[in-house]
């Protein structure tokens, strides 16, 4: 079974390596977020508390 899209996130690092959470159909390419791309992201940092509520993929992770 496939997970959809929509509503799926990916942690991603920015060139400073700040660590964000961003929609996976906001990005291009999940090892290289552009600046624009990342105004789609939240700040890891305050993710936390509700990380549990969010389907977040490891997308080098073999299928």
Do not use: H, W
């Not at 996976?24 to 940092?45: F, H, I, N, R, Y």
């Not at 508390?49 to 977040?56: G, H, K, P, Q």
């Amino acid at each position: 079974m496939t997970t959809p899209k929509k509503n799926v996130y990916v942690r991603v690092k920015d060139g400073k390596g700040n660590e964000f959470v961003c929609p996976l159909d906001a990005l291009k390419d999940v090892q290289e977020a552009t600046d624009e791309e990342l105004d789609s992201c939240v700040d890891d940092g305050t993710v936390g508390r509700y990380a549990s509520n969010i389907n977040i993929v490891d997308p080098n992770r073999k299928k």
